[in-house]
């Protein structure tokens, strides 16, 4: 089996995990070979999904002009209206980004400087220290996964905060589904009906 074939499938087998979390559509890019390959995964009723896959050359992600893109890295904005895990998670794929899954300490530090950075403009949170991720534990409660349906242990990057009051993830008061990457580094895990500034990513362009 080719490459892109493995990676096409492995993303497909997450969509169905993803597929309660968003009832539309989910539009991923590719890259192999330093060109971009677009997948469309369609969900419906019952949870039946299908897939469109364009398995040729195809132009790359748009990069937002409100997104800070790092060569390499993705491009990344930090929302300063606060929301609610699910609410953040669609405004981000409005505009056509996901909610940011972190995939090295690199990526981390971009985001810890920008939430260091802006997170006191953050109108409306919960707290203004730490903004939501990508990353949830909504199906069993202690297996992260990312919304791609991902285990987080496979991203590259999986650090909790072990000084954010407790060492985390502590599912305090038995509801913390949801995660947040905190200003002093690492992620903590939080109710998901809390408004709290968010991270979106867009897709990482193969020619940056």
């Known amino acids: 089996m080719q490459p892109l074939v493995v990676s096409i499938f492995a993303i497909l087998l997450g969509a169905q995990m993803q597929s309660s979390l968003s009832s539309n559509e989910l539009n991923l890019h590719l890259c192999t070979r330093n060109k971009t390959v677009s997948v469309q995964i369609l969900t419906g009723l019952n949870d039946d999904t299908s897939c469109q896959c364009q398995a040729g050359p195809a132009s790359d992600p748009y990069i937002r002009q409100d997104y800070l893109h790092t ?13 609610s895990w699910n609410d953040a998670r669609r405004i981000c ?6 909610l940011a ?10 985001l810890l400087d920008k939430l260091k950075r ?22 069993k409660e202690g297996e992260w996964l990312t919304i791609f ?27 913390e589904n949801c995660g947040t990457l905190v200003v002093n580094g690492g992620m903590n895990d939080i109710a998901c009906n809390l408004r709290l500034g968010f991270f979106c990513e867009t897709p990482l362009s193969c020619s940056g």
């Open 118 to 139: 802006k997170g006191g403009r953050i109108k409306g949170a919960h707290g203004k220290n730490q903004a939501y991720l990508g990353i949830h534990d909504m199906f």
């Open 71 to 83: 060569p390499g890295i993705g491009s990344h904005k930090l929302h300063l209206v606060a929301k």
């Open 149 to 175: 349906g991902e285990s987080i242990y496979s991203t590259g990057y999986a650090e909790w905060s072990t000084n954010w009051y407790a060492p985390q993830p502590d599912n305090a008061g038995n509801g």
């Open 93 to 98: 794929k409005e505009e056509n980004a996901h």
């Open 101 to 110: 899954v972190i995939n090295s300490k690199v990526e981390e530090r971009i």
